[in-house]
Nanobody, 122 residues
C-alpha cells in the first residue's frame, strides 16, 4: 500500500490543522499510525488506530489535543490537531502496520508515506 500525507502548513499557536493520509490500496487490513520528526530529533510516535477504528492510542505529548480517525471506505486516515504548540512543529508521517496490536514503535510499521510539514508559530 502506498501512503501520502497532506494537510500540513503554517498555523499560529492555539490553532488547528487536520492532516490526511490517503492510501492507494485498501487500509482495512492495517492498523494505522502517525509519527512526527522535528529537526535534529528522533522520530516520535503521535497516534495509532486499529483496523476497525474502535481503538486508539496516543503519545503523551498529544493526548487530549489530537484525534486520529479513519474512513476505510475512502482508504483515508485523519489526524485532527487542536491547541497546537510551537513544539508540535515537525514533519508528520503516516504509516501502516500489518500487526495485530496497536504499537508505538516505528520499526513495527511496514509502510510509510512521505511526510507533510507542520509549522506552529508562537
Amino acid at each position: 500500500v502506498q501512503l501520502q500525507a497532506s494537510g500540513g502548513g503554517l498555523v499560529q499557536a492555539g490553532g488547528s490543522l487536520r492532516l490526511t493520509c490517503a492510501a492507494s490500496g485498501r487500509i482495512s487490513s492495517y492498523n494505522m499510525g502517525w509519527f512526527r520528526q522535528a529537526p535534529g530529533k528522533e522520530r516520535e510516535f503521535v497516534a495509532a488506530i486499529d483496523r476497525s477504528g474502535t481503538s486508539t492510542y496516543y503519545g503523551d505529548s498529544v493526548q487530549g489535543r489530537f484525534t486520529i480517525s479513519r474512513d476505510n471506505a475512502k482508504n483515508t486516515v485523519y489526524l485532527q490537531m487542536n491547541s497546537l504548540k510551537p513544539e508540535d512543529t515537525a514533519v508528520y508521517y503516516c504509516a501502516a502496520d500489518r500487526g495485530r496490536t496497536l504499537v508505538r514503535y516505528d520499526v513495527e510499521y511496514d509502510y510509510w508515506g512521505q511526510g507533510t510539514l507542520v509549522t506552529v508559530s508562537s
